[in-house]
T-cell receptor, first 117, second 113 residues
C-alpha cells in the first residue's frame, strides 16, 4: 500500500512553545490530508481536513489559531501546535488521500506523540 | 453527522478461537466501511474494508459483513493468534465532500496463548 510518513514520532516541548509535525505522502499525490488527535484509550477524533493549496476546514471545537495547518504541496502537510500547554499532550495522526482516484483509501501516518511539560 | 457505535470495548479470546466485533452507523449516505488495527504507539493500519454494494468480504482469516438495511457491519477474525492482539477500529466514510472518516470507539482484543 501507499506510504505516509509522519515526523517526528515523539516530541517533548516546554509549555508555551510551538511544535511542528510533518506529514508526507511518499509515493502518491495527496490532494487531501486529515489530522486526528487521539487521547489514551480513546478513538481518533478528526481535527481538520486540508486540501492542497487551500485553507483547512476545522471540526467544531478545534481552535484554528492554535492548530495551524499548512498543505502547500501535494506531498506535504504540516500541523503546528502553537503555544502548547500540557492539555495539548496527545497522539497526533495524519492521513492522506488522493482524490485523483476517489475509490482509494486514506493512508495513515505512524503518529506523533506530543508531550508538553 | 455520522455516528459510529462499536462493541465490545474489550474482548479476550483464547488462541485459536474466533473474535467478532460489531459496529453500527447512522448515516445512510456512508458507503465505505474500513477496519483498522492499531498497535500501541502506532498509527492505524487498514486490515480490510467493504463497500456498500457488497454484503461480505473475506481475506484469509479476516472477514467483514455488512447489512445496509440495518446499518450494521461486523469484523470476524478466525483462528486468532497472539499477534492479533491490538485495538481494532471500525469506521464509516461519508460518500460526499472530502470523504470524512468517522471512527468507532475501538475494541481492545487480547488473544491469550
Amino acid at each position: 500500500g501507499a506510504v505516509v510518513s509522519q515526523h517526528p514520532s515523539r516530541v517533548i516541548c516546554k509549555s508555551g512553545t510551538s511544535v511542528k509535525i510533518e506529514c508526507r505522502s511518499l509515493d502518491f499525490q495527496a490532494t487531501t490530508m486529515f489530522w486526528y488527535r487521539q487521547f489514551p484509550k480513546q478513538s481518533l477524533m478528526l481535527m481538520a481536513t486540508s486540501n492542497e493549496g487551500s485553507k483547512a476546514t476545522y471540526e467544531q471545537g478545534v481552535e484554528k489559531d492554535k492548530f495551524l495547518i499548512n498543505h502547500a504541496s501535494l506531498t506535504l502537510s504540516t500541523l503546528t501546535v502553537t503555544s502548547a500547554h500540557p492539555e495539548d499532550s496527545s497522539f497526533y495522526i495524519c492521513s492522506a488521500k488522493s482524490f485523483l482516484d476517489p475509490n482509494t483509501e486514506a493512508f495513515f501516518g505512524q503518529g506523533t506523540r506530543l508531550t508538553v511539560v | 453527522g455520522e455516528n459510529v457505535e462499536q462493541h465490545p470495548s474489550t474482548l479476550s479470546v483464547q488462541e485459536g478461537d474466533s473474535a467478532v466485533i460489531k459496529c453500527t452507523y447512522s448515516d445512510s449516505a456512508s458507503n465505505y466501511f474500513p477496519w483498522y488495527k492499531q498497535e500501541l504507539g502506532k498509527g492505524p493500519q487498514l486490515i480490510i474494508d467493504i463497500r456498500s454494494n457488497v454484503g461480505e468480504k473475506k481475506d484469509q482469516r479476516i472477514a467483514v459483513t455488512l447489512n445496509k438495511t440495518a446499518k450494521h457491519f461486523s469484523l470476524h477474525i478466525t483462528e486468532t493468534q497472539p499477534e492479533d492482539s491490538a485495538v481494532y477500529f471500525c469506521a464509516a466514510v461519508y460518500s460526499g465532500g472530502y470523504q470524512k472518516v468517522t471512527f468507532g470507539i475501538g475494541t481492545k482484543l487480547q488473544v491469550i496463548p
